[in-house]
């Protein structure tokens, strides 16, 4: 998701996957130990259904994946899920398909970088989630790929790699991209989805705010005259919406239990209108998604979205249209700056440490369905 840093994480750990780690020396404690750490009210919460989700992005891959087999990684799954149960968490937002790769066995997409073995890593972390009770939802990024590197480094037959010579994948800084406008790419994302959902006991299929990269009129300048549409704006959003029902569709097709949920950035207008994201229509109509879950990763204080202002803002947004409504929380922040809040905010997670333990509270008492920690 657009600027999430884990603050657990080693910064040598996000400029790559490279690094070696030596065996584990010991295994986890086992599960009936961890069990019996739960300080949670198991059977209230699965009466209410009240979401209480937690990410799990590709930027932590490098400490369980990088030079360990596979038993090692699924020690360092289940050291990890067992920690995140003990808090609470009943939902998982796992990461399978960052970047043009697939963390799973994937007939389209080449292996995520971190994965060295041989092993699938998304079969075994829904494994380990369900033996603890917790949902496991496959989170893809539908149009972000691989960087100009990587990208020369794959196979000439990966069906992207062609792409990059016909447009439907561009740049944008170092990174490549798809254009939604494609109805071929649209068919390429919902066939990642089918292939995650027939393979694997998933329960439901994430995305979140990846959309179109730029504002910048020149990135598919070619494909909008084409189009015979006169407003670049519109049909940009209409290009992510039809994407985004296209993925609904699939999902509903495939596994009529599995969930499809969308987690857009919190500012509704920066959405529409930078991101081309049409949260409007997609939450606030049903057939688009079942569950909004915007990153409101703002503070009290914060002088452009202050925290309660934009909760209610999505909570008006998704009102009567039966799409839940899960809150994006910012638990990375805690304990540092954020220079984007404003005067007045900029402080107020340094100063404060009991913003999160708020929102949540806040997030319970309001018409909210949960709440997901990032970080």
Not at 168 to 176: I, M, N, P, T
Not at 300 to 323: D, H, I, K, Y
Request: charged share 25%; aromatic share 12%; hydrophobic share 35%.
């Amino acid at each position: 998701m657009n600027v999430k840093y884990l603050t657990l994480i080693p910064l040598f750990m996000l400029a790559g996957c490279s690094v070696q780690y030596p065996p584990e020396e010991s295994v986890p404690a086992p599960y009936i130990q961890e069990m019996e750490q739960l300080h949670i009210k198991e059977e209230a919460e699965t009466e209410s259904g009240f979401i209480h989700g937690r990410w799990i992005p590709y930027m932590e891959y490098g400490e369980y994946m990088s030079g360990r087999s596979e038993e090692e990684f699924r020690s360092a799954v289940q050291e990890r899920f067992a920690a995140a149960r003990a808090e609470g968490t009943d939902t998982l937002y796992i990461h399978v398909h960052p970047c043009g790769d697939a963390y799973y066995r994937s007939d389209i997409f080449p292996k995520g970088a971190c994965l060295d073995g041989d092993y699938d890593p998304f079969e075994i972390m829904t494994e380990e989630a369900h033996k603890l009770g917790m949902k496991a939802h496959a989170w893809i990024n539908p149009l972000r790929c691989q960087t100009a590197e990587q990208m020369q480094a794959l196979p000439d037959s990966f069906t992207v790699k062609q792409w990059t010579m016909t447009g439907q994948a561009k740049l944008k800084g170092e990174r490549w991209y798809l254009d939604p406008s494609y109805p071929e790419v649209r068919q390429l994302i919902c066939d990642c989805a089918a292939e995650l959902l027939d393979r694997y006991d998933a329960d439901g299929i994430h995305i979140d705010d990846y959309f179109y990269p730029t504002t910048d009129s020149e990135w598919d300048r070619a494909e909008f005259e084409m189009s015979g549409a006169a407003d670049l704006a519109q049909w940009r959003r209409d290009n992510c919406t039809a994407m985004v029902k296209a993925l609904c569709d699939t999902v509903r097709a495939h596994d009529s239990k599995a969930e499809f949920s969308i987690s857009p950035q919190g500012n509704i207008s920066a959405d529409i209108d930078t991101l081309y994201a049409d949260v409007r229509l997609w939450g606030g109509t049903p057939g688009y998604c079942d569950t909004v879950i915007p990153q409101i990763y703002y503070g009290f204080r914060n002088e452009t979205c202050p925290f309660e202002a934009t909760l209610r803002q999505w909570e008006e947004l998704v009102s009567g249209s039966g799409v839940k409504l899960v809150v994006g929380l910012a638990e990375y922040k805690q304990g540092k700056a954020d220079k984007w809040a404003g005067a007045s905010g900029e402080n107020e997670w340094t100063e404060d440490s009991g913003i999160i333990e708020r929102q949540k509270e806040m997030t319970e008492q309001s018409s909210a369905s949960g709440w997901a920690l990032y970080g």
